[in-house]
């Protein structure tokens, strides 16, 4: 169901890959649910994660966008697309008045990231945000 790789490539370079999801710096975020949108994605969001040198994934999954719960499905594809991108950016924009990033990433992977202080780095370096899109042949017509 995941599409990311339909993004244009500008987008997809600014991203990291890993276990098959792309992620991009917090601030690509609007720029990536633009993007979803120009090419008739289905924007259905993501989570916060920090990517670790080591390859690790921390992800705080409560720390979410979820179009799936606001975004009706009876809309026409276009519908969808463009009513999930509004949300989408919307939500996503509300997040730091609800969560603290850094914080909430903290509070669950303390060991984690305070080993990435000790060598120096910032663990908001690895903070990110992963995203998700549809086309509308991955749901071959259906809405999920």
């Not at 990435?116 to 991955?138: H, I, N």
Request: proline share 5%.
């Amino acid at each position: 169901m995941i599409s990311a790789e339909k993004l244009p490539d500008e987008i997809l370079s600014r991203a990291s890959l890993r276990g098959g999801e792309y992620a991009w710096p917090l601030a690509d975020i609007p720029a990536v649910i633009e993007a979803a949108r120009a090419a008739n994605l289905l924007n259905i969001g993501g989570q916060l994660q920090f990517r670790l040198p080591d390859q690790a994934i921390c992800e705080c999954y409560w720390v979410e966008v979820d179009t799936y719960r606001t975004v009706s499905k009876k809309q026409s594809w276009n519908g969808r697309v463009e009513a999930a991108a509004a949300d989408a950016l919307s939500a996503f924009r509300q997040l730091p008045d609800e969560y603290d990033f850094l914080a909430e990433g903290q509070k669950a992977f303390a060991e984690h990231l305070d080993a990435l202080k000790t060598t120096g780095r910032d663990p908001r370096d690895a903070m990110c945000f992963a995203w998700y899109v549809a086309g509308a042949e991955d749901e071959r017509g259906e809405a999920p």
